[in-house]
């Protein structure tokens, strides 16, 4: 069999681009891939083929043509499944797919006097181009990736149930030059914030795909809730799918992930990122992660208020994400503080667990050693902070005299 049969086995839907590979976890992370080898037989073979062509989804809509599929709401991610029961994942190819033009005339259809078009949220908020993403950001995904599976394979003796990174590849300027000019009229060039500008100067940079292994087809819990974004819910198949939504299992999957990445040195996100780990569209239903791109190295927070900051907000999100999809919108809110000291509990409880031998980081091992109102003054004003009411806390720490800013 061709490298090329490899790939184009039975699918109708796709086609095959050569790209240029800029990063390889054959020589990134060997260490990740031998285990990933051990655990998938074919993702050598696989990877071999991908490098004389890189299969492309020739639509950017839904669709299934085994052993491809596009679910509902991934805009730019389709998957192939190997004959292992493994699934790859290829992120940012659909600025090349046969529809896009079609794809962005749909999208910016959307707008509305209340809301922008997807188009600008992905540029203005998330900071990719609709459909596609750049070659920077499929670089970040992988590397960032990559250095926590190695991580969690040398403390846990096995991969990590969350995205394992294989390639990154470029798509040259001449090759995306159809998309930029098909998605240029319809972006917006306002002089207070021009969603055009943000296009130009991020495509400047080329445009990426990032190629990933996942052990099941990585669909969201957002997906069983209806919720998922460009998706209106999805029904799930347990012979097509291999499995059904347990949110009980799940659960414990991601506070168990939630854990152990405290415990190897990682927030799962903090207040500044484009999209995290643990929003429901991120959340995988068979208790892992997916876009490991917002995790944070807790060496590289060097403030104690910004290191506590972003572990809050992580349980924040774990804890609206949580309570959306036990009792929706309105239970999320009525019941946010009972959810988030549950889930803490159970997250101190695991960190405790997971990380004896380990030396944890400092301010880590504070807050998941203290009870009650100690660890309250750690998470909420550090270790000398007051614990009020937020504006009674900001009033109380700021320098006399000292206004806040205005426009």
Known sequence: MSTADVLLQRANSITLVPLPVSWDVRTAAPGVFRALC??????????????????????????TDDPYRRPIGHARSFY?????????????????????????????DLRTGFAHSP????????????????APAALYCATISAEWASAYLERFGELPRT??????????????????????????????????????????????????????????????????PGASGINFDPERDGFTFD????LEGWLELFAEMLVLGYLP????????????????VDGGFCDLDSLQKMTDIAHEKDFFGALVYSMNTLT???????????????????IYAG???????RTLAVSKGTSLDPRLKAIVSADGVAALRMAFGGRSGLVGSPMAGAQARRPAGAELPCS
């Open 269 to 284: 996100t903090t207040p500044v990122h484009t999209g995290n780990c643990v929003q429901t569209h991120n959340l995988v």
């Open 38 to 63: 051990d655990q998938d037989s074919k993702i050598s073979n696989l990877l071999t083929a991908i490098e004389c062509g890189s299969p492309v989804a020739r639509s950017s809509r839904p669709f």
């Open 343 to 349: 889930l803490w509990q159970e997250v101190r409880r």
């Open 80 to 108: 192939l499944r190997t004959e292992d029961g493994g699934v790859l994942g290829f992120k940012g190819t659909e600025p090349l797919s046969d529809d896009r033009a079609s794809t962005l005339h749909a999208a910016w």
């Open 247 to 250: 949110i009980d299992q799940a």
């Open 119 to 134: 188009l600008e949220h992905f540029l203005l908020v998330e900071n990719e181009p609709y459909l596609g993403m750049t």
């Open 163 to 228: 995205p394992i990174p294989l390639l990154t590849l470029r798509i040259p300027a001449g090759l995306a030059s159809s998309f930029v000019a098909a998605t240029r009229p319809l972006l917006t060039d306002r002089g207070q914030l021009s969603a055009l500008e943000r296009f130009d100067h991020l495509v400047a940079r080329d445009l990426g795909v990032y190629i990933y292994y996942y052990p099941t087809l990585p669909l969201r819990a957002a997906h069983a809730a209806g919720s998922f």
């Open 320 to 338: 609206s994400a949580v309570g959306f999809l036990l009792h929706g919108a309105a239970g999320e809110r009525a019941a946010q503080g009972l």
